[in-house]
């Protein structure tokens, strides 16, 4: 009887601790992503600088590309530069735009990708996907997974604090978007992969479940795990599906609606989850999700985050038309906005009481 399995898209090492970035080039050379230490590594402007007067010793074969932005433009324009000279590989070194732009630059250019984290904003540094704005708004482009990701916990701890607390809105916000999809297998027969659902929905739970905060090491191991394994979950499944329901519907509809003042990506996202979980009446993982996304300093109503209910209720009731063809909670009760009114007005009761 033949053995059936899978082969999982990951990357060949995944290195997360206090000091990862002293021995950068060592491991590349020990993984052989590049021996030669030819690197093309993109950084930014700012905080990448810093880094780069840093690294450089120890990175003497390596060029360095500083990126303007997180645009289509600067992506393209990225990966136009790196072609004249022959690399190993990509390093995008720095935030989520920096990693984004160098994702798309190195698939372009046809080079694995090397992402270096130096916050913990969200769960994109090592997901298929490149997130860049274009001249109609914000596109999701397909990309090769990060051949390697190294997150040095020094460096996490050294970036404001906003950065890991939207990095754990994001992680948190799986639990509600597998339970959407789980809703759409159910409802509309939507195929589910398994494997990609277990490991979102595992990777959210161990971030709202730890009792640690954002100055503890060991909850930074957690959060960064878990965000790790969530762009692993979205290459299994072949779509962001497993960590995108109605939180990111919610999360986009306040981008959309309000680019000038919306609030980080978690937190937007972690209210979203939160808004979405009382909904599907689930007052039990609704109730640890508040009391968690508190305790972390996240908003729980729009109120934290400078919004009024009745903007909420916009964003709310716009929400599914930002991913047409998702089916979530939102899609399933089809409700109008005086009856999202309502049930916002219960949410706010149940999170002041």
């Not at 460096?155 to 759409?184: K, T």
């Not at 729009?302 to 919004?307: A, L, R, S």
Request: glycine share 12%; hydrophobic share 40%; with cysteine.
């Amino acid at each position: 009887m033949p053995v059936l399995t899978r082969l999982i898209p990951s990357p060949v090492v995944v290195d997360i601790n206090a000091g990862a970035l002293d021995d950068l080039a060592g491991l590349l050379a020990d993984q052989r992503i590049s021996a030669s230490g030819k690197l093309a590594i993109a950084i930014s402007g700012g905080s990448g600088a810093k880094l780069r007067e840093r690294l450089a010793p120890a990175l003497p074969g390596a060029d360095w590309y500083e990126v303007g932005g997180g645009t289509l433009d600067d992506a393209i324009k990225l990966g136009d530069a790196m072609k004249k000279g022959r690399y190993d590989a990509v390093v995008g070194l720095g935030g989520g735009k920096i990693i984004d732009c160098a994702k798309y630059a190195a698939a372009r250019i046809g080079l694995p990708l090397v992402a270096v984290a130096t916050n913990l904003s969200h769960d994109g540094l090592c997901s298929p996907v490149a997130t860049l704005d274009n001249d109609a708004g914000r596109g999701s482009y397909g990309v090769p997974n990060p051949i390697a990701v190294v997150i040095d916990l020094d460096i996490i701890r050294e970036a404001p604090v906003r950065y890991v607390r939207s990095g754990i809105g994001d992680a948190i916000s799986n639990i509600s978007a597998v339970a959407d999809w789980e809703l759409s297998h159910r409802e509309t027969g939507e195929d589910i992969d398994g494997l990609a659902a277990a490991m979102a929905r595992q990777a959210g739970e161990a971030v709202l479940r730890h009792p640690g905060g954002v100055g503890d090491d060991s909850f930074l191991q957690i959060l960064a795990e878990g965000l790790v394994l969530t762009g692993i979950s979205m290459s299994v499944a072949g779509d962001s599906r497993p960590a995108s329901g109605a939180c990111h519907e919610i999360n986009h509809a306040f981008d959309l609606l309000f680019p000038k003042r919306a609030a980080s990506h978690g937190e937007q996202c972690g209210l979203g989850a939160a808004f979405a979980t009382h909904l599907r009446g689930d007052t039990e993982t609704c109730s640890l999700m508040v009391e968690s996304l508190r305790r972390h300093g996240l908003p729980v109503t729009p109120g934290e985050i400078g919004f009024s209910d009745e903007e909420f209720v916009k964003a709310v009731a716009y929400a599914p038309q930002t991913r047409p063809g998702r089916y979530t909670i939102l899609e399933h009760l089809d409700l109008s906005t005086d009856q999202i009114r309502d049930a916002y007005a219960d949410y706010a009761k149940t999170v002041s009481s």
